[in-house]
């Protein structure tokens, strides 16, 4: 294909997106990401609440990388109300891609009334939705594509109603004339060395799709094939996301509808769950570490500090007190592995993975005898970036957690590859 896929990234981070459908070339560095097709990133949004300048460290990074002014570090709220008024432009785009966290879905005022739907403030969905529909009213060939990744609770929060906040958003696309795939993706089982679980959601308007077709030959099915291993289900989404915030699985609260895999068509969605199919190299945590006459001493852990690490992270059955209510009770958890086994892919990378402080969930691996945490290079490596790529003057527990909340770059690299093939 060789018409240029122009694309926006929302909640751009520090470019996760953008590196795995461009790709991203420094001679001088030593990096070379191919691209997974003619996409161009001509707008992106990055801001960190509560918007000081020192939380924009994410910001600073992808302008480092991409050039000045290549990301609106704003509150995409407040962006998209100044467009509206006719304060900013924001341009037309093919492709709309981007992460977003796990929130209250739900909508306060239906799709017929004027103004249209509603939803909570602060809850990033509709800023996205917002986004989409300006597009779509700036011309109805704007944003054909659209790419989410999210946790993979999505598919069955809340707790209260499982399933309710995806059969929203289901409900939000088809409104706006998209059919959806999704696949909740665990990385590792496509050869990545991180055990990173999330759900991806692809959209795509002006469009018919067949389901059986779909199923086995759509975007997502070539970019991560599979084999289903249930019976489909059929399940209606409501045309309008407040009938889905009142009333959705109001009978079955407690089970979510939606399997790991799924096709929307029209307001219909067919879900099954799939198992993996796979045949390629698979790495491991042992593939990303650097040199290790490049990590600093403070990431090795002392004699003294073991006996903490190994507490936090052994097996536990003992009695605790509620230090507000003086109330008695006994806490179990099991062990976990200690330290982290190279010859395996590692586990999720947290937003908590910096510092020195003991924690039950930060990495800790034995090089040599010697029991030390993760350095931020390798955490660049973990998600698929190149060596460094968060080195650009911030903390080191800002590199962390700044890939504690990215992406694995090669998946949507895959998933924008298979696209790319279909259009050819």
């Known amino acids: 294909m060789s018409n240029t896929i122009t694309v926006a990234e929302l909640f751009a981070g520090v470019?996760?997106?953008?590196?795995?459908?461009?790709?991203?070339?420094?001679?001088?560095?030593?990096?070379?990401?191919?691209?997974a097709g003619p996409y161009k990133t001509i707008w992106a949004n990055q801001w960190e609440p509560p918007g000081t300048p020192a939380r924009q460290f994410a910001a600073r990074c992808y302008e480092a990388h991409f050039g000045e002014k290549s990301v609106v570090n704003a509150d995409i709220?407040?962006?998209?109300?100044?467009?509206?008024?006719?304060?900013r432009d924001i341009p037309s785009v093919d492709m709309v891609v981007g992460g977003f966290p796990c929130q209250d879905y739900s909508v306060a005022r239906p799709l017929s009334q004027?103004?249209?739907i509603e939803g909570k403030k602060g809850v990033l969905w509709w800023d996205i939705y917002r986004f989409l529909d300006l597009q779509i009213k700036k011309d109805a060939h704007n944003a054909r594509w659209v790419l989410l990744e999210n946790v993979d609770r999505l598919l069955k929060s809340p707790a209260s109603r499982r399933g309710r906040d995806f059969a929203i958003i289901l409900s939000c696309l088809a409104a706006l004339g998209y059919c959806v795939e999704w696949r909740v993706i665990n990385s590792a089982e496509y050869g990545f060395a991180q055990r990173r679980k999330r759900v991806y959601l692809f959209a795509e308007r002006l469009t018919t799709w067949d389901c059986k077709q779909r199923m086995h030959t759509g975007?997502?099915?070539r970019a991560f094939p599979y084999e289903p291993v249930s019976t489909v289900t059929t399940v209606s989404i409501p045309t309008d996301p407040y009938e889905a915030s009142e009333c959705f699985n109001s009978e079955h609260a407690k089970v979510s509808v939606f399997a790991d895999t799924g096709i929307m068509i029209g307001n219909t969605v067919y879900t099954f769950k799939a198992e993996t199919w796979f045949e390629g190299v698979k790495k491991t945590l042992g593939d990303v570490l650097v040199d290790e006459n490049s990590?600093?001493?403070?990431?090795?852990?002392?004699?003294?500090q073991l006996p903490r690490w190994q507490y936090l992270k052994g097996s536990k059955s003992e009695q605790r007190v509620n230090k507000k209510t003086g109330f008695a009770y006994r806490y179990s958890e099991g062990s976990m592995a200690f330290p982290d086994l190279l010859t395996n892919p590692s586990r999720t990378i947290l937003t908590g993975e910096?510092?020195?402080s003991a924690s039950r969930f930060k990495h800790i691996i034995q090089v040599e005898g010697r029991y030390r945490r993760l350095v931020p290079d390798e955490l660049d490596r973990l998600q698929g970036f190149p060596t460094g790529w968060t080195n650009t003057g911030m903390s080191d527990n800002n590199r962390a957690f700044c890939m504690g909340n990215a992406l694995v770059t090669g998946i949507p690299y895959r998933i924008g590859k298979a696209l790319a093939e279909s259009l050819e």
């Not at 001088?28 to 191919?34: E, F, I, L, Q, V």
């Not at 709220?77 to 006719?86: A, H, L, P, S």
């Open 295 to 304: 990590v600093p001493e403070q990431f090795y852990i002392s004699n003294e």
């Open 219 to 221: 975007v997502m099915a």
């Open 354 to 356: 910096g510092g020195s």
């Open 15 to 35: 470019g996760g997106f953008r590196l795995g459908l461009e790709g991203y070339f420094d001679q001088a560095k030593g990096w070379n990401m191919p691209s």
């Open 114 to 116: 004027a103004g249209g």
């Open 77 to 87: 709220n407040q962006v998209i109300n100044e467009y509206e008024q006719g304060n």
